[in-house]
């Protein structure tokens, strides 16, 4: 396992990863997690094969989780990525939009809605090749964002062109060295009744 060989950096959440807030790649993530069709939605596949579907064409490759639910049965993924992007991991995170929650009636609604569920957070672990690396918590930048989302969704919703607020906690990776890494990584909120997390066996080449 490569991670012997050199020190594990993470992005400080004051930071600015390629120009842009540590918050602003959160947003960037949502919508490349929801406006991809469920049928080769990434946070739906279990063994990794549609990982690459809409990646950002540079600097950054976006891991995912698994939409929340009571199942502590978590997706095992194998994946290849390219050298030279930094790695975004979603350890636990919430969103919330009007389509979604339409009795959320106004920002400050979706704002509260997310800081009150992140805030019921029992779990957020991530390891990398068996080394404990802290989340952190980021909220979205701005903090109303543009969101698109997909008509074949996950919540079983209409999609759409839409706004949303979020939160949670992240694990942003400088880069990594080529080599093998195993990451996994599993978060619980309302006080345990959601669950989300992955496995990936992942190989940087």
Same mark, same amino acid.
């Given at each position: 396992m490569a991670l012997a060989d050199q020190t594990l950096e993470t992005f400080h959440k004051d930071s600015k990863p390629y120009g842009k807030s540590y918050g602003f790649w959160t947003t960037e993530w949502w919508n490349w997690a929801l406006s991809v069709p469920q049928n080769i939605n990434p946070v739906?596949?279990? $063994?990794?094969? =549609?990982?690459?579907?809409?990646? *950002?064409?540079?600097?950054?490759?976006?891991?995912?989780? /698994?939409?929340?639910?009571?199942?502590?049965?978590? *997706?095992?993924?194998? @994946? $290849? !990525?390219?050298?030279? /992007?930094?790695?975004?991991?979603?350890?636990? &995170?919430?969103?919330?939009?009007?389509?979604?929650?339409?009795?959320? =009636?106004?920002?400050?609604?979706? !704002? &509260?809605?997310?800081?009150?569920?992140?805030?019921?957070?029992? +779990?957020? $672990?991530?390891?990398?090749?068996?080394?404990? !690396?802290?989340?952190? /918590? @980021?909220?979205?930048?701005?903090?109303?964002?543009?969101?698109?989302?997909? &008509?074949? =969704?996950?919540f079983g919703i209409k999609g759409g062109q839409t706004y949303a607020a979020a939160d949670g906690y992240w694990v942003f990776l400088k880069l990594l060295d080529k080599g +093998?890494?195993?990451?996994?990584?599993?978060?619980s909120c309302e006080f345990g009744k959601l669950n989300a997390g992955a496995e990936y066996e992942l190989k940087v080449i």
């Open positions: 739906v596949d279990e $063994e990794g094969k =549609n990982w690459n579907i809409n990646q *950002p064409s540079s600097n950054i490759w976006f891991l995912a989780g /698994r939409f929340g639910s009571s199942e502590k049965k978590y *997706p095992h993924r194998k @994946i $290849e !990525v390219s050298f030279g /992007r930094s790695i975004l991991i979603p350890v636990l &995170n919430c969103e919330a939009n009007p389509l979604e929650y339409p009795q959320l =009636n106004t920002h400050e609604d979706l !704002v &509260n809605h997310v800081f009150h569920d992140v805030n019921t957070v029992v +779990k957020k $672990e991530c390891y990398i090749n068996g080394v404990k !690396v802290e989340p952190k /918590r @980021i909220t979205s930048d701005p903090a109303i964002f543009s969101l698109t989302i997909n &008509n074949d =969704n996950f +093998k890494y195993s990451i996994s990584f599993e978060g």
